[in-house]
């Protein structure tokens, strides 16, 4: 009878947190959501912090599921770097809104630094993907997985700043979308592709004839 009750608050909980943020929800919204008295919502869970805490946890669980299925498919490696790009920018959680995101990192701290442990993870399995494909072929074997990492993630986490979520018209998918397609595939035509580094050495040339 315990576990259904709790997976109840948790769900009320959790789909309150999404739409309004943590600061914005109540005790007595997620009760009168999980259909119950605030009294034995108080007899689970001691406080509104520790819902939140095992709502992020138990999230956490699951993530850490989905990715080692990411990790484990069939796919090739490009389509699993989709995958795990697509995984990251839904962290914590898929569906969260930028006004519960922000409240996360700004009211539950160490919940947030729990985030980041998992992304830590995930950034570790993308270099991995990445190691992947280039002994398949299919991503260039010069490529500096490290630094294809930094840029991937740095893109990923500075759309994560609240200054960029409360300007931005854009869903995290478009926005996720929108990088991979330019860190995979650049921003240059294919033949701006081609005549860019014909320039840039006539320029340095030049430059260097300056000297």
């Given at each position: ?12 909980a959790?789909?309150l ?11 007595d919204?997620i009760a009168?959501?999980?259909?119950m008295?605030?009294?034995t ?14 709502v ?9 599921s ?6 484990k ?15 990251f ?6 569906g ?13 701290p ?13 950034l ?5 993907v ?8 299919v ?5 500096d997985?490290?630094?294809t990492?930094?840029?991937?993630t ?7 700043s ?5 300007n931005?018209?854009?869903?995290l ?15 240059c ?9 014909a ?13």
């Open positions: 009878m315990g576990e259904p009750l709790k997976e109840k608050i948790l769900a009320s959790r789909g947190f999404l739409a309004r943020g943590y600061r914005a929800t109540t005790m919204e009168r959501q999980a259909g008295s605030k009294r919502l108080y007899e689970t869970f001691p406080s509104k912090h520790a819902v939140a805490t095992e992020v946890e138990s999230e956490l669980k699951v993530f850490s989905r990715m080692r299925l990411i990790i498919s069939t796919k090739e490696p490009l389509d699993k770097l989709l995958n795990l790009s697509r995984f920018t839904q962290l914590p959680y898929p969260i809104t930028p006004v519960a995101l922000i409240d996360l990192q700004r009211e539950l160490e919940l947030w630094e729990r985030v980041e442990q998992v992304e830590e993870k995930v570790s399995e993308m270099s991995q990445i190691d992947e494909g280039k002994q398949m072929g991503f260039r074997s010069e490529a997985t490290a630094v990492i930094a840029a991937l740095g893109a990923l986490e500075s759309t994560m609240a200054d960029f979520l409360l931005t018209s854009l869903s998918e478009d926005v996720y979308a929108s990088i991979f397609e330019l860190i995979t595939r650049g921003i035509r294919d033949n701006g592709a081609k005549a860019a580094p320039e840039a050495k006539a320029g340095k040339g030049s430059h260097g004839g300056a000297r």
